[in-house]
């Protein structure tokens, strides 16, 4: 009796073996059809994204919610593997070998035109031999350099723009997220690559007797360019990036081209069906101040300054609370609320008395975000967000809460009420901040080449986390287009 019960459990766990290796190969098999078929209805890239990050998006046991990308509540040592394994499939420098990036592996595949440069580096004074329409990006001192001053803040096109010239140069160490292909048909967004920021800062007036200004120009030929393209038409440019950081950029041609994907500071500008958080992507301004080093970052008692704030303090719309909150502030003893500019070296004044304060205001002034925030994150000062409109970079992926302290606009202006809020943040608190800053801080850092999780790689993947409302676009103007084909054929 006891050897049949004993062949019975052995063939039961037999049977359920063989059950679960059937259902597995089974899996496999449906995926494998899934993304190999010639009509599959999961976009290339965002199988991809599955394949190697397990999911798109997983609850701890707190129920935040997170995504693959940035294991962000883990240990350094668990973090430095996921990055390593969600950084397979799209970075070339594994094991040192320096060699240009696979198509097939990159995240992003990204077409982009080739405009004259007039539309980009021309706008640097760079001028191309012959009918050369890139600078050599690959070749030491062949990159054209951007202008510094406030120019800087919104060169996020110019960031953008080298590293897909880069993806295609051998014997170069970056992250393969996104890759530059040179057949649309291949691509998974499409790029334009219009410096429009400089094009406003330069180029917004008109020279000379003439009415009508350069930026005016190009971006009336951006529109006729784009809207005359193929491409264009086929997805009625849902699959189009353009880059209009500055709020005052792409002022003409942004209604018409409303349709394509923007690279935006914020949408205090736009209009909501222009411009949303569903299909664009907020990018963080290049810090002016010089970044701090984590370890030679002051800490808690070090910084004898409570609140800092140094800029424009008489600002329009929304930014007339920094004029309350200046008149509420400026006699505390351990506030600095004071006017400031860039000249007379007032960046670098201001990144002293930054690094000098537990805790720096971001106010909204004339749209609700600013460079200050970055050079507060720059800084490891924690920033205090007093912008109930403002839009924050890659916040699907960063809980901002962790490193920053938010106040509504109404709450800020009652008298006590934010200083009461700060001077009650115990230090063991404010250094929880801290340290998550100091950790963060890497995230927007604009360099070249990029490095993993960079500003520009973090902006590559934002875009990659797009494709799927890109795609829903794509087949919901499909819905009567078939009809109409058949019509014809009649």
């Known amino acids: ?9 052995l063939a039961s766990r037999f049977l359920s073996c063989v059950i679960a290796i059937s259902v597995f190969v089974l899996i496999v098999s449906s995926l494998s059809l899934v993304q190999f078929a010639d009509n599959s209805f999961i976009p290339r890239s965002v199988f991809r994204l599955i394949l190697v990050n397990s999911t798109s998006l997983y609850s701890t046991s707190s129920g935040e919610s997170k995504t693959p990308f940035l294991p962000l509540e883990t240990s350094s040592e668990e973090k430095t593997k996921s990055q390593e394994i969600a950084c397979q499939t799209s970075s070339s420098s594994n094991s040192g070998n320096k060699t240009a990036c696979d198509t097939k592996q990159a995240l992003l595949r990204v077409y982009m035109y080739d405009l004259p440069p007039e539309f980009h580096f021309g706008l640097l004074g760079w001028k191309g031999s012959g009918n050369e329409l890139w600078p050599n990006v690959g070749m030491q001192g062949q990159v054209p350099s951007y202008p510094g001053g406030l120019n800087l803040q919104h060169s996020i096109e110019y960031w953008l723009t ?6 295609n140069t051998p014997n170069i160490t970056r992250p393969c997220t996104a890759i530059r292909v040179h057949n649309s048909i291949e691509a998974d967004v499409i790029f334009v690559p219009f410096f429009s920021s400089l094009s406003y800062n330069r180029h917004s007036k008109p020279h000379g007797k003439g009415k009508v200004s350069l930026n005016r120009k190009l971006q009336d030929r951006v529109v006729e360019f784009l809207t005359s393209r193929d491409e264009w038409k086929l997805n009625g440019g849902a699959d189009h990036l353009i880059v ?53 970052s002051p800490s808690f008692g070090k910084r004898d300054i409570l609140v800092y704030f140094q800029g424009a303090i008489y600002r329009k719309d929304g930014g007339t609370i920094r ?42 002034g004339d749209t609700p975000s600013s460079n200050r925030l970055f050079d507060a994150i720059a800084i490891h000062c924690v920033p205090v967000i007093i912008s109930d409109d403002i839009e924050l970079p890659f916040e699907d992926v960063l809980d901002y809460s962790k490193f920053c302290i938010f106040v509504h606009s109404s709450d800020a202006v009652r008298k006590g009420h934010l200083l009461n809020l700060l001077r009650g943040i115990k230090e063991d608190q404010w250094i929880k901040m801290w340290q998550r800053l100091k950790e963060l801080a ?32 794509s087949h919901r103007n499909n819905r009567y287009r078939s009809s109409q084909l058949f019509i014809k054929d009649r």
Request: hydrophobic residues 40%.
């Open 442 to 473: 890497k995230h927007f850092e604009y360099q070249y080449p990029s490095q993993p999780n960079d500003a520009v790689d973090m902006i590559w993947l934002a875009i990659a986390r797009k494709l799927s409302f890109i795609q829903l676009k």
């Open 244 to 296: 209009a950081h500055h709020p005052n950029s792409m002022l003409v041609a942004r209604k018409k081209l409303g349709s394509a994907m923007f690279v935006l500071a914020d949408f205090g500008r736009y209009r909501a069906e222009t411009a949303n958080i569903e299909k664009d992507v907020i990018a963080p301004y290049k810090h002016m101040v010089r970044k701090l080093d984590a370890d030679n």
């Open 162 to 167: 080298l590293d897909l010239l880069l993806s």
């Open 323 to 364: 004029q309350e909150l200046y008149y509420l502030l400026k006699d505390e003893k351990d506030v600095h609320f004071t006017f400031g500019s860039i000249k007379s070296n007032g960046v670098r004044e201001a990144g002293r008395g930054m690094a000098s304060s537990k805790f720096c205001l971001n106010i909204a």
């Open 1 to 9: 009796m006891y050897l049949f019960h004993e062949k019975n459990m």
